[in-house]
């Protein structure tokens, strides 16, 4: 599947990751973090397959199964108790339940993160800020960008120095040393390099004059005003429906969750389709492209 979302108005998307990060962070509700889950590594799965995101997901549920294990160990407090530890400390149901929904918070953070900066490019951020925080947004859009740059100048570098013999693979343990800071000395210099060039040409450009325009390739079409109203009637459901507890879930001392009615049903109705929302525009997008005439 093709991911169209991503070929959207930067402000549906970042509006719409906005509102998904904070539900995610902020309501612990299991059929919230379920769903959100379940939405980010569809989105994943659609943005890059599963052979290239096994690593992202390794990574996202590792450091969810960790907190998961951890918070047990290290918080005792609950009604609850179903084991005692050697050192006489008690396993509580509350507390495994709580690192669990920390654990899969966490897990799904990472998760939207890798989807959100996949789609989230530099231009899109300095499309959003440029006018209202123009220094903020570029200084932002230019450490996304160095990450990523400087990885894969470390590596042609690297490969360079392999290729003649004088990489950190080779050799004693002094000359492994060497060649480390000089592939680092390398690296430091083609950086203060790089930089001088970008000062010299954003100067050109007249960074920072008054009176200078703007030129953004993105505009606003019809099917950007349908996600931005989406997005912002489904958000603002959910947030009513957070602000009457129908989300609302206590662990600690003892588990309650909010009672189920029609509100709560269709609450949760559109946060799933808020969490599935990227993945169901990619739906829509192809079968128009492929299967209607």
Not at 61 to 70: A, D, V
Not at 121 to 128: A, G, H, Q, V
Not at 195 to 206: F, H, L, Q
Not at 233 to 251: E, N, Q
């Amino acid at each position: 599947m093709t991911d169209f979302f991503k070929d959207y108005n930067p402000w549906g998307q970042g509006l719409f990751f906005l509102f998904i990060l904070a539900f995610t962070m902020f309501l612990r509700h299991p059929v919230v973090q379920g769903a959100s889950f379940l939405g980010a590594l569809s989105y994943l799965l659609v943005q890059v397959g599963f052979q290239k995101s096994w690593k992202t997901l390794v990574m996202a549920i590792s450091t969810g199964l960790f907190i998961t294990i951890l918070n047990p160990i290290l918080i005792h407090q609950g009604a609850t108790i179903l084991w005692y530890f050697p050192n006489g400390n008690p396993l509580t149901l509350e507390s495994l339940l709580f690192g669990l929904s920390a654990g899969l918070m966490f897990t799904t953070m990472i998760l939207w993160f890798s989807c959100h900066n996949r789609v989230m490019t530099s231009d899109r951020i300095l499309y959003l800020f440029g006018r209202i925080l123009p220094s903020l947004s570029l200084i932002f859009s230019m450490v996304l960008r160095f990450v990523p740059l400087y990885k894969e100048r470390i590596r042609t570098i690297y490969a360079c120095r392999k290729g003649i013999g004088e990489d950190m693979s080779q050799g004693s343990l002094l000359r492994r040393f060497k060649n480390a800071l000089k592939i680092f000395s390398i690296f430091v210099t083609w950086s203060l390099e790089s930089s001088i060039e970008t000062a010299d040409s954003m100067k050109a450009r007249g960074h920072g004059l008054e009176g200078r325009t703007h030129f953004a390739l993105f505009r606003m079409e019809r099917r950007d005003y349908v996600l931005l109203g989406s997005v912002l009637l489904g958000s603002v459901l959910c947030i009513l429906a957070a602000y009457f507890r129908r989300f609302k879930m206590v662990i600690y001392p003892t588990v309650k969750i909010a009672k189920v009615d029609g509100f709560s049903l269709v609450a949760f109705f559109v946060f799933v389709v808020l969490a599935f929302m990227p993945v169901i525009l990619s739906l829509v997008e192809e079968y128009q492209w492929k299967y209607s005439r």
